[in-house]
């Protein structure tokens, strides 16, 4: 990658547009003229082309266990490094992690960190997955790309925490890297997307549908807003959707909690999350997980063929782990998944 400035970095994916340069690397494809940013906030046109504002510029580093993206059938228990930097192509108004996904005008803080010292550190912490997490993969893609390329020489899994809205050419240029993806699907309702998020829901739909093809493991969370996409046909409607792109896809519902600018609306009551888990598993969804509730059952993984107790969670922390070489011990039923690390 070109370096035209100190840490300023020449963007992929764009084009010229007539007197202006078109990013192709999310779905809003926006135009810029000179000194122009994106709408993610960290790309921006300077002397005459597209430049990355957050190339090696990761705000917030650490070593979380891999059940935190969530990645449930991934490695459990693995060590996994996790980074991110400033800005999202997304402006969802109940956004979690809104403090770095959201921030805009400062995109260059944070101190300069190759991708080499970043792979370097997850080795040091002897992680086996790095995960570009926390805000969005998307927007700081060239680091992402870098980064990944260097874990995949070293042995290091790869892993994308992502909301999906990424343009097919983006996607085909990580996917030779990718290991594991945990899609962030937020509603199934263009209007919610349009509206809410600022995006649209089919781009989310045909990356959860390249992902898998591509034999990347995909897992899929859908944050359980009250009042925005919490009725009984819009989760059958999720549920659905996953099952018909592969049923050992595992769907994570999570509890909502008021932030950013969604202050107005209760959490979401706990029997919600309890239908939503159950309109997955009869949509034949073979693995469904609660998010943000107190540990119990709907945290655990089951065997889909007899039903016995396989993997036990409490929290991120894994108690009891019966999986072994992807079968289940007792029936010998095969567990969806990516169980043995790299060699």
Request: with cysteine.
């Amino acid at each position: 990658m070109n370096r035209r400035a100190e840490h300023v970095f020449q963007a992929q994916f764009q084009s010229r547009d007539g007197d202006m340069i078109r990013c192709g690397l999310c779905p809003h494809g926006c135009r810029l003229n000179e000194g122009q940013t994106g709408l993610c906030g960290v790309r921006s046109v300077q002397g005459g082309t597209l430049v990355s504002l957050v190339y090696g510029r990761p705000v917030s580093v650490a070593v979380d266990p891999i059940e935190k993206k969530p990645l449930f059938h991934f490695l459990p228990g693995a060590e996994t490094f996790s980074y991110a930097t400033v800005g999202c192509n997304l402006a969802c108004a109940f956004c979690q992690n809104h403090s770095l996904s959201q921030v805009r005008g400062e995109p260059g803080r944070g101190k300069f960190v190759p991708p080499a010292a970043l792979v370097e550190a997850a080795v040091q912490e002897r992680s086996q997955v790095i995960a570009a997490t926390y805000s969005e993969p998307t927007v700081f893609f060239e680091y992402a790309l870098d980064v990944a390329r260097l874990a995949q020489g070293r042995g290091i899994r790869n892993a994308f925490v992502t909301n999906g809205f990424i343009s097919p050419e983006a996607l085909d240029a990580v996917l030779p890297y990718l290991d594991a993806a945990n899609v962030d699907l937020k509603a199934f309702s263009d209007e919610t997307y349009r509206k809410v998020c600022r995006g649209r829901l089919d781009p989310v739909l045909a990356t959860i549908r390249r992902l898998r093809e591509a034999g990347v493991w995909v897992e899929v969370t859908t944050l359980i807003v009250p009042g925005m996409n919490d009725g009984a046909g819009e989760l059958s409607g999720i549920a659905s959707f996953l099952a018909s792109v592969d049923r050992d896809i595992p769907w994570h519902v999570s509890r909502f909690h008021p932030d950013y600018r969604m202050l107005d609306r209760s959490p979401t009551p706990p029997a919600t999350i309890e239908l939503a888990c159950r309109l997955g598993r009869e949509a034949g969804l073979n693995h469904v997980y609660a998010g943000n509730l107190p540990a119990g059952p709907l945290e655990n993984t089951f065997c889909p063929g007899c039903n016995t107790l396989l993997i036990e969670r409490h929290g991120f922390h894994v108690a009891l782990n019966r999986v072994a070489h992807g079968q289940c011990p007792d029936c010998a039923a095969r567990i969806a998944g990516v169980w043995t690390p790299a060699s």
